[in-house]
């Protein structure tokens, strides 16, 4: 479908469908060139009023951390979390969870068993939710319907809430951030021109401003913050990403998200 099409389901007056999917993200290849453009040509295509959703994953996609790489997958975390519109999370996507291994002759999907080569089982697999039994707290039973992902114990939501480093808590962080900020709610959208590996944009709402800056790059890069204003580092997804005055080191595949400094402290999270 292309995007012509489908924002024409939105209605000339906007009274159609409100949230129509958008699933262009998830075929791109891994190019900051490639998210660029294709959001671009998201923007450039919704009707004026109109708002986009945003996916990276769903019940028909490999899974993030399969298809891109688990440090990818936590910077297109901060991505999916801070663009305009409205953000779908697919199950398991928050523990960066990869795909499962499914064997021939257990396919659950219709499709699957007709060419296991696309088999969407893959990323349709059980959620852990601790590390009791073979289930990872999914069922009691003995077997759940198709098999856990590689190290489900490990990337479960009992384990990951008590770590502060982990892709829960780096999901858990942004969505906080979302909701304090006026700018990602419900501000505009401007694209940055930061470099060929990296994908940066700011959000803005009155006062309210946030930058965010994705590096595509398995290197480290660095970039000075837009118009010298007084920067806080709002959100990483990495350690290896820093706020010195006024340049921004990422480290590979990491992503930041930057706030305007206020004198008025947001309020706390809830």
């Known amino acids: 479908m292309g995007l012509d099409h489908w924002a024409s389901f939105y209605g000339t007056a906007l009274d159609e469908i409100h949230m129509p999917m958008n699933l262009t993200l998830p075929a791109l290849p891994w190019d900051a060139a490639s998210f660029r453009e294709a959001l671009a040509d998201v923007e450039a295509a919704i009707p004026p009023g109109g708002g986009p959703t945003v996916a990276l994953g769903s019940h028909d996609e490999p ?87 590689e190290g489900a114990h490990r990337l479960s939501v009992a384990a990951q809430r008590a770590d502060p480093r982990s892709t829960l808590r780096l999901t858990r962080a942004l969505l906080a951030l979302r909701r304090r900020s006026p700018a990602l709610r419900h501000g505009t959208y401007r694209p940055l021109e930061l470099g060929a590996d990296l994908l940066g944009y700011e959000r803005r709402c009155g006062p309210d401003a946030v930058v965010v800056v994705a590096n595509f790059a398995a290197g480290p890069r660095e970039v000075r913050t837009p118009g010298g204003a007084r920067w806080t580092l709002a959100a990483r997804t990495g350690s290896g990403t820093r706020l010195r005055g006024g340049t921004l080191a990422l480290g590979g595949y990491e992503a930041a998200v930057l706030r305007l400094s206020a004198d008025v402290a947001p309020p706390p999270d809830r």
């Open 63 to 149: 899974r993030v951390a399969s298809r891109y790489g688990p440090e990818q997958a936590r910077c297109l975390l901060a991505v999916l979390l801070t663009l305009r519109g409205t953000a779908v999370l697919y199950y398991g996507d928050e523990l960066g969870l990869p795909n499962s291994p499914v064997r021939a002759g257990e396919e659950r999907d219709p499709w699957g068993r007709r060419d296991p080569a696309f088999n969407r089982d893959l990323g349709r697999t059980p959620m852990p939710w601790s590390g009791a039994g073979p289930a990872a707290g999914f069922t009691s039973a003995a077997r759940p319907w198709l098999p856990l992902p």
